[in-house]
């Protein structure tokens, strides 16, 4: 079979392979700890599953608008405007089934062959991955431990030209769980209203704020106009198997991308949008308690890190992943780099975890942990990690 060539240029998310082959070991009788998935480890809370019960016996099994349902784009519109201090019109927001979609077709409908789109790096592999997939040129922004996983302005300014288009950013971070200062957001905002340069800023972990407080770049003036907001129900509602997210743009820009999801997925789920309605409207203690169970994992699993030989780890302030720098350890075991690490800890420690390289040129050095497991696993990962790491001499 012959495919097209834009194919070539698809990339993947190494969490994915990672968890087969971590299947794979336990289908052998291994025990795994899994560490290598984003995924939040709890149940959808109940409130949330009984209204898409409710929903589906009340007829919503059919299509809807491809945007999303009128009331729940209206709740969504009226919870960003909340959370954000800014004000948001239904018109605004788009409904689809995950994230990712917003990500695939604001850079589909923004960013032409030829054109840039600046990313951070390390960082989430779909953003690379999209934009070269489009044609567009990837142009890397590092976000270094020095800085404590945060960018150099400077350096930001340096690689803006009449060509980007876009600049991606993602506060908190994965993988590193950093969050951007508001002089960070501020610098962005003024490069993006200075050069009329759209910003599509991932907020999916925008509930999962351990240290200060979130800021979004809208805040600043000019930027509602130059903002693509991305979030969603996974990680806050521990919804990821739902596939519900949304975006909140510009009404233009929201009209095509309305369009592309006509022309993809005609509409999401009718059902799945009433849960992500009770999701919003209902009682958040569950989402609250998720929280203060993923800060408490956190503090386990960065100490347990950094008491290990050739291993420091910086204290995340959000989202549920710690990115520690594990140079000292590639160096005593003379791994080739940080995914032989990665694949040495799988099969001798029975701990899965991901190459801080499956996130770009930046991330080597450095690995991925999802503490987004509990204290026993974490635990028990740390302990497996410090005598396989023992035994490297």
Known sequence: MKLAQRMSRLGTETAFEVLVRARALEAQGREVVHLEIGEPDFDTPSNIIEAACRALHSGYTHYGPSAGLPEFRKAIAEDVSKSRGIKVDPNQVVVTPGGKPIMFFTIMALAEPGDEVIYPNPGYPIYESVINFVGAKAVPLRFSEEREFRFDVDELRSKVTPRTRMIIINSPHNPCGSMLSLDDLQAIAEIATERD????????????????????????????????????????????????????MPEELATQVAKLMTNSNSCTASATQIAGLEALTGPQDESYKMAAAFKKRRDVIVKGLNEIPGIRCLLPRGAFYAFPNVEGVIKRGKFANSKALADYLLQEAGVASLSGAAFGEYGEGYLRFSYANSIE?????????GEAVAKLG
């Open 377 to 385: 696993n974490i635990s028990k990962a740390l302990q497996w990690i």
């Open 197 to 248: 340069i759209m910003v599509l800023s991932d907020e999916i972990y925008i509930r999962l704020v351990y240290e200060g407080e979130f800021a979004s770049v809208t805040r600043f003036p000019g930027m509602m106009e130059h903002t693509i907001i991305l979030d969603g129900f996974s990680k806050t509602y521990a919804m990821t198997g739902w596939r519900l997210g949304y975006g909140v």
